[in-house]
């Protein structure tokens, strides 16, 4: 079955400092998303990219985030300055079709654990 | 603000008995509601899903229940079985955007 793979699993950076967290979604999917998870807390949404430009963010996707698709596989997440509450898990998601038709196969990759010390 | 919420944060059921999950929500615009299953370490993955204008929806051993009127959400797992331990979401669609709106979560645990 087709997979979402995030990479690395698991990510320690210092405070300050610039993270790039990498997703590979499936391959024939247009939609692509970030989410986090803060430990012991629901999931929460911070972007959606489409046809190469952010259709919707969050509140919490600020100036210190940015989504690019740099090539026609990757799909990445770069915090520029990080700080301590950005510590989270981080899921990437893709879909064939908006959430809005029938089968969209919205599909959530493992996750990366981002702690900022 | 708009919210999805869960009544209950905890669940232990003995393997074998049938589980229920509920789920508050405040938005009754919203179009859509997915059930998801997360398992330690992994993505929430997807179990069952219902539009708005349905009130059942089956799977293999899941029922997902909507009752507009009192905006509330559940999840039936029939014949638990240790597998089904994880943390349960209830996430909520409006079309015309993109994100999924997630509840707080319930964790399950099947006693042996």
């Known amino acids: 079955e087709p997979e979402v793979t995030q990479t690395p699993s698991h990510q320690v950076t210092q405070m300050g400092q610039e993270v790039i967290l990498r997703c590979v979604p499936i391959?024939?999917?247009?939609?692509f998303y970030w989410y986090r998870q803060i430990l012991g807390q629901k999931v929460e949404f911070l972007v959606s990219f489409y046809n190469n430009e952010i259709s919707e963010k969050s509140e919490i996707f600020d100036d210190q985030f940015s989504v690019e698709r740099p090539d026609g596989s990757n799909f990445t997440l770069k915090i520029r300055s990080t700080k301590l509450e950005d510590s989270a898990m981080y899921f990437c998601?893709?879909?064939?079709?908006?959430?809005?038709?029938?089968?969209?196969?919205?599909?959530f990759g493992s996750g990366t654990r981002l702690t900022v010390v | 603000g708009e919210s999805v919420g869960l009544h209950l944060p905890t669940l232990s059921v003995q393997e074998g008995d049938n589980s229920i999950i509920n789920c508050a929500y405040s938005n009754s615009a919203s179009d859509y509601f997915i059930w998801y299953k997360q398992e330690s370490g992994k993505g929430p993955q997807f179990i069952i899903d219902i539009r708005s204008n349905m009130d059942k929806r089956q799977g293999q051993r899941v029922t997902v229940l909507l009752n507009k009127t009192v905006k509330h959400l559940s999840l039936q797992i029939a014949a638990t079985q240790p597998g089904d331990s994880a943390v349960y979401f209830c996430a909520e669609v409006y079309f015309g955007n993109e994100k999924l709106t997630f509840g707080t979560g319930t964790r399950l645990t099947i006693i042996p």
């Open positions: 998601a893709s879909s064939s079709t908006e959430l809005s038709s029938v089968n969209y196969g919205y599909t």
């Open positions: 391959s024939n999917h247009l939609y």
